[in-house]
């Protein structure tokens, strides 16, 4: 089992950068390809970014593009993403996601096994 703990999620206004991080414990990262994805209120849980094992693979949704930036430190056991010009359309609880298949999970959340607890990000105007 892998464990993941997300942080750096806050209240900010709208043209802010925040930077969320993704601390997994249990297991060593680099064997699980990882992901991000954010859930907000009255919606359905969307992709936002993922990258795979060894972080070569880089993948976002379309509406963060340009704006975000996944990245990993697999020797800290540590996934990053960093978000600038954050929009109140940003607005959701964030989630880190591990995924142990052998290829890359993408932006299929039903590939994905482990997920942390979800960190609050509220852009305001």
């Known amino acids: 089992q892998v464990q993941l703990v997300e942080s750096g999620g806050g209240l900010v206004q709208a043209g802010v950068s925040l930077r969320l991080s993704c601390a997994a414990s249990?297991?060593?990262?680099?064997?699980?390809?990882m992901g991000w994805f954010r859930q907000a209120p009255g919606k359905e849980r969307e992709f936002v970014a993922a990258?795979?094992?060894?972080?070569?693979?880089?993948d976002y949704a379309d509406s963060v593009k340009g704006r975000f930036t996944i990245s990993r430190d697999n020797a800290k056991n540590t996934v990053y993403l960093q978000m600038n010009s954050l929009k109140p359309e940003d607005t959701a609880i964030y989630y880190c996601?591990?995924?142990?298949?052998?290829?890359?999970?993408?932006?299929?959340?039903?590939?994905?096994?482990?997920w942390g607890q979800g960190t609050q990000v509220t852009v305001s105007t």
């Open positions: 990258t795979s094992k060894s972080g070569g693979i880089l």
């Open positions: 249990g297991r060593t990262l680099s064997n699980y390809g």
């Open positions: 996601a591990a995924s142990s298949r052998t290829w890359y999970a993408r932006g299929n959340s039903g590939a994905y096994d482990y």
